[in-house]
């Protein structure tokens, strides 16, 4: 599917939430951010800001949640991981794409191990994460924190 974040807003094609699941503990696309992506607010309050990419939550997502983010970092686009566990925001980047290039990128939580596997092409980390899967619903594409998209920005999650 390809999400467009328009000039000025958050939201992609409108939303940030998506599909409702049960109990998912796996998301792969194949990537592709437009160069428009490379753009930044130009403000120190935004510039250091995690846009997210996709993921799901468990419950609320900003209770207990797992996602892929991204933000324009020296002409790369530099992915992270991004998670709530019981209220708690912990990210970290650990991989860099270039724009309109397609990388295939995936979130495997592992209720088992207690742990999480963030990848992105042939890089990967994992995380601690105890959270047990339950209802939830899928997270689209979304720009911010703090500013709203600077362009028209299109990812494509195929």
């Known amino acids: 599917m390809i999400y467009t974040i328009c000039k000025g807003c958050h939201y992609s094609n409108g939303i940030s939430i998506g599909s409702p699941h049960t109990g998912k503990t796996f998301q792969e696309y ?9 753009v930044s607010p ?3 309050n935004c510039d250091g800001d995690w846009n997210k990419l996709f993921g799901w939550g468990y419950g609320l997502h900003q209770r207990n949640s797992l996602r892929l983010v991204w933000k324009s970092l020296n002409g790369k686009i530099r992915i992270g991981w991004y998670v709530y566990e019981s209220g708690v925001r912990k990210y970290d980047g650990f ?5 309109e ?3 295939i990128m995936s979130i495997t939580h592992d209720p088992a191990s207690k742990n ?3 990848r992105c092409g042939d890089k990967s980390v994992t995380i601690p994460y105890s959270t047990k899967p339950s ?3 899928n997270l689209n594409p979304y720009y911010g924190g703090d ?3 600077p362009e028209n920005m299109t990812i494509e999650l195929l």
Not at 30 to 38: A, G, Q
Request: charged letters at 15%; proline letters at 0%; one cysteine or more.
């Open 101 to 103: 290039a397609s990388t």
């Open 42 to 44: 130009g403000t120190k």
């Open 147 to 149: 500013c709203s998209a």
């Open 135 to 137: 209802w939830g619903y």
């Open 30 to 38: 194949l990537v592709k951010f437009s160069r428009e992506c490379l």
């Open 116 to 118: 999480v596997l963030f």
């Open 95 to 99: 991989a860099s794409v270039e724009a």
